[in-house]
C-alpha cells in the first residue's frame, strides 16, 4: 500500500522559511516523479513543484524563486523549502506522486496546514 | 484566476448523470492528451479519478467518465450517488514549460 505523510511545523513567521518534508512507503522512490501542491483554505490547488528520484527539478514560474525541492532517497523522502513566505502562502501543503512527466498525481498525502503568521 | 474554467457549482439527483466542464486553450487542455480529474470530500486529500483525459485508475467506479472536445474537457457521473457530492478539479499538461494547471474546481451537491 502506496503512502505518503507530510511532517513540518504548522506555524511559519512572515519572511521566514517554510520547510516540509515527505515520507513515502509502500513502493520504490525510483522511476517517479515526486510533487509538492498546495491549497489556501476555501481555494483550488496549486501545483508547486516536482523532483525525478534522480534529482532534477521543475518549479511553478510563479514560485520559482522562492522553492527548492529536494530528495533523500535513503530515507524515502522529499522536501520543500519555501523562502521569503507570506500570509498567501497559508494553504494546506500536500506531497504526491506524480507517474510520468505529466500532471497525473495518483497518490497523496493527507495534507499539512502551514499558517504563515507573526 | 485558475488557469482553468470549471462551472462553480453543479447539482443532480441521486441516480441522474452531470457532466463537469473544464475549459481552457490550445495550450493546454487542448494541446495535449493529459487531462486529469480529482475528487475532494471536505477535509480530505484529492483523489485521483480520472487520467490521460479518459482512463480510470483501479478502484474507481465506471460510474465515472472523462471526455475532451477542442480546449474543453469534461467529467461526466451517471447513476449519481449521495456519496459523489464533493468538490472535483480538473488539471491538464501545459507543456515542459508550465508543466501543470489546475482548474479552480466545482463543487457537486447531490439534491
Known amino acids: 500500500q502506496v503512502q505518503l505523510q507530510e511532517s513540518g511545523p504548522g506555524l511559519v513567521k512572515p519572511s521566514e522559511t517554510l520547510s516540509l518534508t515527505c515520507t513515502f512507503s509502500?513502493?520504490?522512490?525510483?522511476?517517479?516523479?515526486w510533487s509538492w501542491i498546495r491549497q489556501p483554505p476555501g481555494k483550488g490547488l496549486e501545483w508547486i513543484g516536482y523532483?525525478?528520484?534522480?534529482?532534477?527539478?521543475h518549479y511553478n514560474s510563479s514560485l520559482k524563486s522562492r522553492v527548492t525541492i529536494s530528495v533523500d532517497m535513503s530515507k524515502n523522502q522529499f522536501s520543500l523549502r519555501l523562502s521569503y513566505v507570506t500570509a498567501a502562502d497559508t494553504a494546506v501543503y500536500y506531497c504526491?506522486?506524480?507517474?510520468?512527466?505529466?500532471?497525473?498525481?495518483?497518490?497523496w498525502g493527507q495534507g499539512t496546514l502551514v499558517t504563515v503568521s507573526s | 484566476q485558475s488557469a482553468l474554467t470549471q462551472p462553480r457549482s453543479v447539482s443532480g439527483s441521486p441516480g441522474q448523470s452531470v457532466t463537469i466542464s473544464c475549459t481552457g486553450t490550445?495550450?493546454?487542455?487542448?494541446?495535449?492528451?493529459?487531462v486529469s480529474w480529482y475528487q475532494q470530500h471536505p477535509g480530505k486529500a484529492p483523489q485521483l479519478i480520472i487520467y490521460?483525459?479518459?482512463k480510470r485508475p483501479s478502484g474507481v467506479p465506471d460510474r465515472f467518465s472523462g471526455s475532451k472536445s477542442g480546449n474543453t474537457a469534461s467529467l461526466t457521473i451517471s447513476g449519481l450517488q449521495a456519496e459523489d457530492e464533493a468538490d472535483y478539479y480538473c488539471?491538464?499538461?501545459?507543456?515542459?514549460?508550465?508543466?501543470?494547471?489546475f482548474g479552480g474546481g466545482t463543487k457537486l451537491t447531490v439534491l
Open positions: 509502500g513502493g520504490p522512490i525510483s522511476g517517479y516523479f
Open positions: 523532483i525525478y528520484y534522480s534529482g532534477s527539478t
Open positions: 504526491a506522486r506524480t507517474v510520468s512527466g505529466t500532471p497525473h498525481f495518483d497518490y
Open positions: 488539471c491538464s499538461y501545459a507543456g515542459s514549460y508550465t508543466f501543470g494547471v
Open positions: 490521460d483525459v479518459t
Open positions: 490550445s495550450s493546454d487542455v487542448g494541446g495535449y492528451n493529459y
